[in-house]
């Protein structure tokens, strides 16, 4: 989990290690999910104890959600709820992902995007899963699916990936290269009429970025996703996936632009317009499942 600040995301260690996140997969994949979230209760409790600037930036953030002020019970909810999603990952990753409850809402707006045949992007933000979208397995099985990920930022959790599932590592577009070799990794999957996932809600350093309203304060968020979106010239459809508790995801899929222009003239206002529009939709689906924001640092200005 990232540390509270601008930027401290990216340099905070992961919390475990490589031998415990393969301990709670060997579990998992041995007696089944049940059990295996049993142990994810101490696992709860020990990131309470240890990661102070996680547990504050998650307090501030469900107090902005809820509207109310948040208790320590939520917190620790709030961190149980990204350990069962990420325990989850093990199943999703497999053909295991097919005894999971996923319902989806506006899947028909992401059909016609695809429909076009010139690829589209898949917009989402570090709310709830998108492991959820291996359901598009059973929908359009030929459809390519190309995330956009930072591979090095949690690489014990990378590894572990890759290891439950090869052939999805090896679709993975690296968001660690230069931003050059990412677009033009981008622009090749396009080609191909591949689907490419990517998040919005995080800038990495040097990125530029806008301030926006998010949850009633001032927010920074990228914008190179929707310049990208812009010079592309490609479907967007937004997509949050919501864990809402069994073995139940809500996956919400909405149009967003069918080809996003950003005129020249104005472009600053037509950038700050629809990064301002994202923030929004994303607001909706974050009041919806609090639980399931996990970006655990301080994104507020």
């Not at 325990?87 to 053909?95: K, N, Q, T």
């Not at 967003?256 to 929004?280: C, D, I, N, W, Y």
């Amino acid at each position: 989990m990232p540390d509270a600040g601008k930027d401290a995301w990216l340099h905070r260690p992961e919390g475990g290690g490589w031998l415990a996140l393969w301990l709670i997969r060997t579990i998992a994949l041995t007696v089944g999910r049940l059990p295996a979230r049993l142990v994810l209760i101490p696992v709860t409790l020990y990131f309470l104890w240890r990661r102070g600037p996680e547990r504050r930036a998650s307090r501030r953030f469900l107090t902005r959600a809820l509207g109310r002020p948040a208790t320590l019970l939520d917190v620790a909810r709030h961190v149980y709820t990204f350990a069962v999603v990420t325990l989850d990952r093990v199943f999703l990753l497999s053909d295991a992902f097919r005894g999971f409850d996923i319902r989806t809402f506006g899947l028909e707006e992401l059909h016609q995007a695809l429909d076009l045949q010139h690829g589209a992007l898949l917009i989402g933000a570090h709310v709830g899963s998108f492991d959820a979208l291996r359901v598009l397995a059973l929908q359009r099985p030929e459809q390519s699916v190309r995330p956009v990920i930072d591979l090095e930022q949690n690489p014990t959790v990378s590894r572990l990936l890759a290891a439950l599932n090869p052939a999805i590592a090896a679709s993975i577009i690296n968001a660690r290269q230069d931003g050059t070799s990412t677009a033009l990794a981008i622009h090749e999957a396009l080609q191909q009429r591949a689907l490419v996932t990517l998040l919005a809600d995080r800038a990495r350093p040097g990125n530029t970025t806008v301030e926006v309203d998010f949850l009633g304060a001032r927010a920074a968020f990228p914008t190179a996703p929707w310049l990208l979106a812009a010079t592309l010239k490609v479907p967007v459809v937004l997509c949050f996936g919501l864990y809402r508790g069994g073995r139940r995801y809500d996956l919400h899929f909405e149009a967003f632009s069918s080809s996003l222009e950003m005129p020249r003239k104005g472009r600053e206002a037509a950038v700050h317009a629809v990064v301002q529009r994202f923030a929004t939709r994303l607001a909706h689906y974050v009041r919806l499942a609090p639980l399931n924001w996990f970006n655990f640092y301080d994104l507020w200005v």
